[in-house]
């Protein structure tokens, strides 16, 4: 079946330490998103590629990165994570000019 | 820009009762609207979608939603719903473009469905 995988699920790291992110896609959706959901809160728009043109939103961190290195993969890296960075990361695609966004199952980062 | 507000934080609902999710939206632009369930550690999971055409949409699990321009809502509904319905369920929207465009969707900030036996 076609999808969004990200991974991993759940990933611990340490206050400071670089750490990144994965998402894959078998859709051939050319439009990538990464969300960021903190706890009882709404999913926020961190950035997207539009093929391989980088559109982050105005309010997104510095510290937040993102590359894509072709359609199917997207990293998000989170160069030094604070505590206020723990939150379900959400991978999304769609076609270019598509509707819907189709979700992944997200990744859960715990910041020690 | 666009902002969706759904009232309700928490609905509580006995098992076999009806329940409407209340969601409305604001944009100066015309907007796609969309309904996702979130179930506990879980990605988001499409429920429905309202793009054009008929103003009610249903899903395949019995759940409907009604687009009402006038009101900016699209509340989101189900005569009877069952134990598995417990999940957070979030109201989102997207610009309507002419063609192209890759805007990200603006989110709710989610509703709570509790199914009580």
């Known amino acids: 079946d076609a999808m969004v995988i990200q991974n991993p699920r759940y990933q611990v790291t340490q206050f400071g330490k670089p750490v990144t992110l994965s998402c894959s896609q078998t859709?051939?959706?050319?439009?990538m998103y990464w969300y960021q959901q903190k706890s009882s809160q709404a999913p926020k728009l961190l950035f997207h590629?539009?093929?391989?043109?980088?559109?982050n939103e105005a309010d997104t961190p510095d510290n937040f990165q993102s590359r894509r290195p072709n359609t199917s993969f997207c990293f998000l890296d989170i160069r030094s994570p604070g505590l206020g960075d723990a939150a379900m990361y959400l991978c999304?695609?769609?076609?270019?000019?598509?509707?819907?966004?189709?979700f992944g199952p997200g990744t859960r980062l715990l910041v020690l | 820009a666009q902002s969706v507000t759904q009232l309700d934080s928490q609905v509580p609902v006995f098992e076999e009762a009806p329940v409407e999710l209340r969601c409305n939206y604001s944009s100066s632009v015309s907007v796609y609207l969309f309904w996702y369930v979130q179930y506990p550690n879980q990605g988001l999971q499409l429920l429905l979608k309202?793009?054009?055409?008929?103003?009610l949409v249903e899903s395949i699990n019995g759940f409907e939603a009604e687009f009402n321009k006038s009101q900016t809502s699209f509340h989101l509904r189900k005569p009877s719903v069952h134990i598995s319905d417990t999940a957070e369920y979030f109201c989102?929207?997207?610009?309507?473009?002419?063609?192209?465009?890759?805007?990200?969707?603006?989110f709710g900030k989610g509703t709570h469905l509790i199914i009580q036996p």
């Open positions: 859709l051939n959706h050319n439009v």
């Open positions: 590629y539009y093929d391989k043109d980088f559109n």
């Open positions: 999304a695609t769609s076609r270019e000019g598509g509707e819907t966004q189709y």
């Open positions: 309202y793009l054009s055409g008929s103003t």
């Open positions: 989102a929207v997207r610009v309507m473009y002419s063609g192209g465009g890759a805007d990200g969707l603006t």
